[in-house]
């Protein structure tokens, strides 16, 4: 080295990699009360390598009968990061749960479970009037909470399925309303950049044609492209065909698009 020159930091190290396909995917659905969320969130078990558990934040588990899927309940921020972190480690009996499914639903609830606990331990301290005061120092904790939550939910080894009810977004004027997952609004924008898929699903009653004759039957269907007046979105790449919805959606549906795409409509 050259006397009185300055010694050069070493060059950082940078990895660069080729897009690939990802194993594991995250999804997002939303729709109304008895679309059938739970539904879709359970349909998956058969056809994958692991089993499917539900991290339920909601009493409800209707829908569920007859489905082969295990059930744990998260009433609080702790408890589901115990979960998450469990399903990280993988060790018996979350082993079983490998290249499986994750459901939490929902994370409406979640987020409300855990903004009423972030007030009861501000009210033990002192900060608010009253328990059921939700400073905005709160929405903001556990706003970002989730986000970490869903962020260390990608580095888990198996497809999770997040569900949230729907609700609509209103503009500052007033005029423009979407549809979209029933969290608070800047959370409810990043939870949908976060995932591969957001569905909007609801049922519909339709025209359908069995053996030579038309019935009206009452048909979930998946939106998967945004249409007027509701988010949705498919991170699938370049070349793979993305239909505007599926009807009667499975798990296994929504995950053969990564693969070579469904028709439309399917």
Same mark, same amino acid.
Request: positive net charge; hydrophobic residues 40%.
């Given at each position: 080295?050259?006397?009185?020159?300055?010694?050069?930091?070493?060059?950082?190290? *940078?990895? *660069?990699?080729?897009? =690939?396909?990802?194993?594991?995917?995250?999804?997002?659905?939303?729709?109304?009360?008895?679309?059938?969320?739970?539904?879709?969130?359970?349909?998956?078990?058969?056809?994958?390598?692991?089993?499917?558990?539900?991290?339920?934040?909601?009493?409800? /588990?209707? +829908?569920?009968?007859? $489905?082969?899927?295990?059930?744990?309940?998260?009433? =609080?921020?702790?408890?589901?990061?115990?979960?998450?972190?469990?399903?990280?480690?993988?060790?018996?009996? $979350?082993?079983?749960?490998?290249?499986?499914?994750? %459901?939490?639903?929902?994370?409406?609830?979640?987020?409300?479970?855990?903004?009423?606990?972030?007030?009861?331990?501000? $009210?033990?301290?002192?900060?608010?009037?009253?328990?059921?005061?939700?400073?905005?120092?709160?929405?903001?904790?556990? =706003? /970002?909470?989730?986000?970490?939550?869903?962020?260390?939910?990608?580095?888990?080894?198996?497809?999770? %399925?997040?569900?949230?009810?729907?609700? /609509?977004?209103?503009?500052?004027?007033?005029?423009?309303?979407?549809?979209?997952?029933?969290?608070?609004?800047?959370?409810?924008?990043?939870?949908?950049?976060?995932?591969? %898929?957001?569905?909007?699903?609801?049922?519909?009653?339709?025209?359908?044609?069995?053996? +030579?004759?038309?019935?009206?039957?009452?048909?979930?269907?998946?939106?998967?492209?945004?249409?007027?007046? $509701?988010?949705?979105?498919?991170?699938?790449?370049? +070349? %793979?065909?993305?239909?505007?919805?599926?009807?009667?959606?499975?798990?296994?549906?929504?995950? =053969?698009?990564?693969?070579?795409?469904?028709?439309?409509?399917?």
């Amino acid at each position: 080295m050259t006397v009185g020159a300055v010694a050069q930091p070493p060059p950082p190290k *940078i990895t *660069i990699t080729k897009p =690939s396909d990802r194993k594991y995917r995250s999804l997002l659905v939303y729709g109304p009360t008895g679309a059938g969320k739970s539904w879709f969130g359970a349909s998956g078990e058969a056809k994958l390598g692991g089993r499917t558990l539900f991290a339920m934040t909601e009493d409800a /588990e209707t +829908g569920l009968e007859g $489905f082969d899927v295990d059930i744990t309940h998260a009433r =609080s921020a702790e408890q589901m990061w115990a979960i998450l972190r469990a399903l990280r480690a993988g060790q018996p009996p $979350f082993d079983a749960y490998r290249d499986g499914v994750l %459901v939490v639903d929902s994370l409406t609830q979640a987020q409300k479970f855990f903004l009423a606990e972030d007030a009861e331990a501000a $009210f033990k301290k002192g900060n608010t009037n009253t328990p059921l005061s939700i400073p905005l120092d709160a929405y903001k904790r556990v =706003s /970002e909470n989730i986000r970490r939550m869903l962020w260390y939910a990608r580095t888990l080894p198996m497809h999770v %399925v997040y569900i949230c009810l729907d609700r /609509e977004f209103v503009t500052e004027d007033g005029v423009l309303r979407m549809t979209g997952p029933d969290l608070t609004p800047q959370l409810s924008g990043d939870v949908r950049a976060y995932c591969d %898929v957001v569905g909007y699903l609801r049922a519909e009653v339709r025209d359908v044609r069995e053996g +030579g004759s038309q019935e009206k039957k009452l048909v979930r269907l998946l939106y998967l492209e945004p249409g007027k007046g $509701f988010y949705a979105r498919v991170r699938a790449g370049r +070349g %793979v065909s993305v239909p505007p919805f599926i009807a009667n959606p499975t798990l296994g549906k929504v995950l =053969s698009i990564f693969q070579k795409g469904v028709k439309e409509g399917e």
